[in-house]
């Protein structure tokens, strides 16, 4: 059976994120579209990475146009979370988070967390350093409300 470790993405600048080199970490998975109502949560995620990444928090953001609300073009999308929200954590290359052509990582994820179908832009899952899921987020749930959870794991 698969492992969170076994996947990979394409970070927007063309360098390979492989999952394998955060064992060891906690893990914040998110799938994220700039022209999306709740893309202001980019601003509360990043502040989370800022906050503890040097604890061992990873963050990654996973473009996707899913539900027609990102740019079409991969830099414009890299501009406009870097200058409204300030992101540094790793972004990748536009991906489907469900149905024909859907991410394995994202199939990976909603199998493991068994809650089915992504409902909308900015599903948060949290990994423990284990590599097990800790828990599937609602699209409308604040960074914020994750910090305790986030806390524990680093903890654990």
Not at 17 to 24: C, M, P, Q, V
Not at 39 to 63: C, F, M, N, S, W
Request: net charge negative; hydrophobic share 35%.
């Amino acid at each position: 059976m698969a492992t969170i470790y076994d996947f990979s993405e394409k970070e927007m600048g063309g360098k390979d994120i492989n999952f394998a080199d955060y064992k060891g970490k906690v893990l914040l998975i998110v799938n994220t579209a700039s022209k999306c109502g709740l893309a202001p949560q980019l601003e509360g995620i990043e502040t989370l990475y800022e906050r503890y990444h040097d604890k061992g928090l990873e963050v990654i953001g996973l473009p996707s146009n899913q539900f027609h609300q990102e740019y079409s073009d991969e830099q414009e999308t890299n501009d406009f979370c870097q200058i409204h929200y300030g992101v540094t954590f790793p972004m990748t290359t536009k991906i489907l988070v469900n149905g024909k052509g859907e991410d394995p990582l994202f199939t990976y994820l909603k199998d493991t967390a068994g809650h089915g179908r992504i409902k909308w832009n900015f599903t948060k899952f949290l990994i423990a350093k284990d590599g097990s899921m800790i828990d599937r987020y609602a699209p409308l749930t604040n960074p914020k409300a994750i910090e305790p959870d986030i806390i524990a794991a680093l903890k654990a």
